[in-house]
């Protein structure tokens, strides 16, 4: 494919429109009308619209967003509720803010829909406690549409009453999680639960419930104005549409990106990025936020950025949150600052992940500050293995991907901080 | 009818209902699998990871807790990956565990000390001034002492509060390896049910302060009783201590425990009955008391022969009161010995205490545990509330059955016409206020010491066993009520008072016990035959 062809928009089709985040600015450039289209359908046409569009999850999982709103029960006489996930908390990922602050209708105009086609009656919008201007910007936007009758009783005389409600996190990357920010959104201590049952099934309050990220919605519209099939033309065979990256780290031109799926990392780094900082050579990269596999350099680079490639490659797509790593950083300082992440942020619950990620932390505070005894490397894959599929969610996953992945590509640079037995550090 | 499946656990092939949860399958075949967070009568909450297993198709460790069954499923529970497993949680579990077996009440029955040995044994690879510090001895409740340190967040003890009293006390605060179980300021573990949460607690966490330092756990001995608390009849255990010295025996009961009976209390019981343990090692009455005088056996008899003996001939002279604190078996021997003995018809049936709080779970008004059995087995003798005054007029002596006739429970007539009757003779476990103006106080045993059953308020039949065994001069009341048949000139054989005996006698005279005898009644008890149903259905009354 000749990726040189100007990038087809999907979510940043209008983010560069004067204006764009009013709501008179969404609807100048044909804002709402995906949602009057949607409600002139039944909902189960929504579903199977989006289902057939390819839209897969982009909190991480990259589960596919229809077949996930096909879950919610048939004939339940329990209230269903959308949760939009917008607690984006992943290191390196900041995709859902500029969204949020640059196209809060979008947004907004995607949950809607989301919200018709699994019959739900009130929706939460659950935002990440730090992010004030994104949260403004909802509730704005919340509060306008309330007013324009597009949420409320009986929108668009389909006969059909939504509610939103914004609800702030308090600080916990946990509640992130789906159940953990069901949790949080009861008001309990934001912790994970046991699945099954799945939300879908038994999910806020005990009700059927969806979790969608931001991004994952903000993809609705585009697909309901734009039809499923061009939408699944875009991407890959099995990774449709556009991915946003949020690159961080070592590059000339940080930021957030929206690229075809299937696009070769190495242009995302060059073109969009503009190639490394200070012309230092790359040494890795994390391709989907920091609870993602490492990739040296040189597998990164032969990755297209789809679902299936980066999986190939070793790693995951994940939130799309990519770190740069340059030759100049030490691979067992940054893991010491995930080590310090993932154990801060463990709920708490998990046998493993409660005691495993600050014993972990501990393991590599202790070797990237020089301090690191004989064992310690065996001790940390040790404590890896046994968090690896222990646990009731993934954080304790996403602190042993890293120690893995790390310890695969980079054993020699830690293997250098730790002294043999006669007490020597092999490095000097 | 629930569906059932075939499973296969370690080779051993079972059919369960379909869902159960693996960890119950195992039981049936005789596997446990090790756990910490689950239990039997509380949601899952899948935390402690220590139940995994390995089952063909499924990828990973499952846990059995939130796994159920399917038709076909085949179970391995000591693979070398869940043997390894087991190990690493343990291993985590220990990490910022503060290891203070020696000075833990817990130590003896503690899931930790006991899984360490099962299946780890490794040593520990963090040194102990690397350990995390939390509060210890904290006066969580009134009844339940805390300590941070010891707990292993298995949130079983949130689950408790939230799902049985509904009255979330209790959460896990803070986060990763600073995760702690604490009360929100101002709010206390005050619930009725509370100890509860120290019994579920698999570690010394939360101990139940009434037993705190009493006793070493292996010193104990164990034995099934019925709470004698309510009319609740919740099933417990009863934790004692057998001091045996020559031919001596001094049981001591320390605390009661809930027992699990899915029928009657689940695996629960209340905080007051908890206390009931008193009864076996309080106030008691080790010798026979003759006009204030303590005597011998021999001695109270060869007195009470000489107040007896005239009044056999004399028909109703001697009237009898019990409480419904009695057994069935107490009642109908009692009932037996004043008509033959005496020529007495009817018995009289008091209470021992006032009504007192109840609530809509398992605590009764009634603080009785007896009430209904005693009723029934009095059956047309029995007389009760203001008739007893005028049963007791004119009457020569009276005998009373573990109960307190001056007790300010009862009515001033009752006293009254009780104080004017001449000869008292009281046979009760422990000090009343009615012992001491008593001809003759004759020792008998509290409920741990005897053989009996009662009925509860759904009309279960449960029993009571003895369990302890103290070398002082008290008896069974049933023994006692036999030696008192035998002043009046009556030969009862050992058959006769023996208290399985008794109520096989109780269940061939009485419609509602048919059928029933101690083997039947069992470990669970059994329900009285329900007349009404059998009426519905069309059956003979
Ligand atoms: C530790 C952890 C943190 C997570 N954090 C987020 C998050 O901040 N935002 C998000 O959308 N999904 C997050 N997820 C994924 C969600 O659990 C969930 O899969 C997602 O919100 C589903 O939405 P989607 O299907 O639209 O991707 C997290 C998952 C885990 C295990
Ligand atoms: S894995 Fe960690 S963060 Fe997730 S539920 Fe368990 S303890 Fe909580
Ligand atoms: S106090 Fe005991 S029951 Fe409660 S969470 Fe801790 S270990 Fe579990
Ligand atoms: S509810 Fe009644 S029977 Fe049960 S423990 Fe309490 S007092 Fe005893």
């Known amino acids: 494919m000749d990726w040189s062809e100007a990038v087809t928009r999907v979510l940043f089709e209008h983010r560069d429109e004067k204006d764009v985040h009013t709501f008179e600015g969404w609807k100048a450039v044909g804002g709402f009308s995906a949602l009057e289209k949607a409600l002139k359908m039944k909902p189960e046409e929504v579903v199977e619209e989006v289902k057939a569009a ?109 509610d939103f409600v914004i609800h702030r996190g308090a600080g916990a990357y946990i509640c992130g999680e789906e159940t953990g920010l069901i949790s949080s959104l009861e008001g309990d201590k934001g912790q994970p639960k046991i699945k099954p049952p799945f939300p879908a099934i038994k999910g806020a309050f005990g009700c059927p419930t969806i979790v969608n990220n931001v991004e994952s919605l903000a993809a609705v519209p585009w697909i309901m104005r734009n039809g499923a099939s061009a939408y699944a033309k875009l991407g890959t065979e099995k990774s449709n549409g556009t991915k946003l990256f949020s690159v961080s780290g070592q590059v000339n031109r940080p930021g957030v990106y929206e690229v075809e799926m299937g696009y070769p990392l190495r242009d995302l780094l060059e073109n969009e990025c503009g190639g490394m900082k200070r012309g230092r050579a790359l040494k890795a990269v994390i391709p989907g936020g920091s609870s993602m596999p490492v990739l040296p350099a040189e597998v990164a680079l032969q990755t297209n950025l789809d679902y299936e490639s980066v999986q190939a490659a070793g790693s995951m797509l994940g939130s799309g949150g990519m770190i740069v790593i340059d030759d100049s950083q030490s691979m067992p300082e940054l893991l010491k600052i995930l080590g310090r992440f993932y154990s801060h942020e463990s709920c708490g619950q998990c046998t493993p992940c409660r005691e495993g990620t600050p014993w972990g932390s501990r393991v590599l505070d202790r070797v990237a500050d020089g301090a690191a005894r004989p064992d310690d490397l065996e001790t940390l894959e040790r404590i890896a293995r046994f968090l690896s599929g222990t646990t009731i969610c993934l954080l304790a996953d996403s602190l042993a991907m890293p120690i893995r992945s790390f310890f695969q590509h980079f054993r020699e640079e830690f293997e250098a901080l730790v002294p043999t037995e006669a007490g020597e550090k092999s490095g000097g | ?157 949130v689950r408790f509060c939230d799902e049985i009293t509904k009255t979330g006390e209790l959460r896990l605060l803070n986060r990763s390896n600073h995760t702690t179980i604490d009360t929100f300021p101002g709010i206390e573990l005050d619930n009725d049910y509370s100890v509860c949460t120290a019994d579920i607690c698999p570690v010394g966490a939360l101990t139940n302060k009434d037993f705190r330092f009493k006793a070493r756990v292996w010193f104990l001995q164990h034995d099934d009783e019925i709470c004698p608390g309510c009319a609740t009849g919740c099933n417990v ?210 409920f741990a ?93």
């Open chain 2, 1 to 157: 009818m629930t569906d059932t499946v075939k499973v296969n656990i370690d080779g051993q092939e079972i059919e369960v209902p379909k869902g159960m949860n693996v960890i119950e399958a195992a039981k049936k075949v005789g596997v446990e699998i090790p756990h910490y967070c689950y239990h039997s009568h509380l949601s899952v909450a899948g935390n402690c990871r220590m139940c995994t297993v390995e089952i063909e198709g499924m990828r990973g460790l499952p846990i059995a807790c939130n796994t159920g069954c399917t038709d076909g499923m085949v179970v391995h529970t000591d693979t070398e990956k869940v043997k390894d497993t087991r190990a690493a949680v343990l291993e985590f579990l220990l990490l910022n565990h503060p290891i203070d077996c020696p000075i833990c009440d817990q130590a003896g029955e503690c899931m930790l000390q006991i899984y360490y040995m099962e299946h780890d044994r490794q040593d520990s690879r963090v040194a102990l001034e690397e350990k995390v510090h939390k509060g210890k001895a904290i006066e969580v409740g009134p009844r339940v002492m805390l300590d941070q340190e010891r707990c292993i967040a298995c949130a079983r003890c």
């Open chain 1, 54 to 162: 390819g839209l897969r999850g982009r909190g991480g999982a990259g589960f596919p967003t229809g077949v996930k709103w096909g879950f919610i029960p048939k004939n339940t006489d329990k209230p269903i509720y959308l949760c939009v996930n917008a607690d984006e908390s992943e290191p390196g990922t900041c995709k859902d803010r500029v969204l949020m602050e640059d196209l809060p209708f979008m947004c907004l105009e995607g949950a809607i829909i989301a919200a018709y086609a699994i019959k739900a009656s009130m929706a939460f919008w659950y935002i990440r406690g730090e992010f004030d201007l994104p949260e403004r910007r909802m509730r704005a936007a919340i509060e306008t549409l309330r007013e324009k009758g597009l949420i409320g009783k009986n929108i668009l005389g389909s006969g059909w009453d939504l």
């Open chain 2, 449 to 541: 010491e005897k053989d009996g059953t009662w009925v509860n308020r759904q009309g279960r039949v449960q029993r009571i066993r003895r369990a302890i065994r103290r070398s002082t001069a008290a008896k069974p009341a049933l023994d006692v009520l036999a030696e008192l048949a035998a002043l009046a000139g009556l030969q009862w054989g050992e058959d006769e008072r023996e208290a399985a005996a008794v109520f096989e006698e109780i269940a061939k005279d009485h419609p509602r016990f048919r059928g029933l005898d101690y083997d039947v009644i069992g470990r669970l008890g059994a329900p009285l035959e329900d007349r009404s149903a059998m009426a519905k259905e069309g059956g003979t009354v």
């Open chain 2, 237 to 446: 255990v009863l934790d004692h201590y057998e001091q045996i010295e020559l031919e001596d025996w001094n049981g001591v009961a320390y605390r009661l425990r809930p027992r699990i009976n899915d029928d009657v209390n689940q695996a629960w019981m209340c905080d007051h009955g908890r206390l009931e343990y008193h009864k076996v090692n309080d106030d008691r009455l080790d010798r026979p008391i003759a006009h204030n005088v303590e005597v011998s056996w021999e001695g109270a008899l060869t007195n009470l022969r000489k107040v007896l003996t005239p009044l056999a001939d004399e028909k109703g002279a001697v009237a009898g009161i019990a409480s419904y604190d009695c057994t069935n078996e107490e009642i109908w021997l009692f009932k037996k010995l004043l008509k033959e003995a005496f020529g007495t018809e009817g018995v009289a049936l008091i209470p021992q205490r006032a009504d007192g709080p109840e609530d809509d779970f398992l605590i009764d008004a009634d603080k009785h545990p007896n009430r209904a059995g005693c009723q029934l087995v009095a059956g047309d003798d029995l007389i009760e509330g203001e008739a007893v005054a005028d049963y007791l007029e004119g009457r020569k002596a009276v005998i009373v059955l573990d109960a307190d006739p001056r007790s300010a429970v009862q009515a001033a007539s009752l006293r009254d016409a009780y104080s004017a009757v001449k000869q008292k003779i009281i046979l009760t476990p422990a000090k009343n206020a009615s012992v001491f103006d008593a001809s003759f106080v004759l020792p008998t045993v509290s």
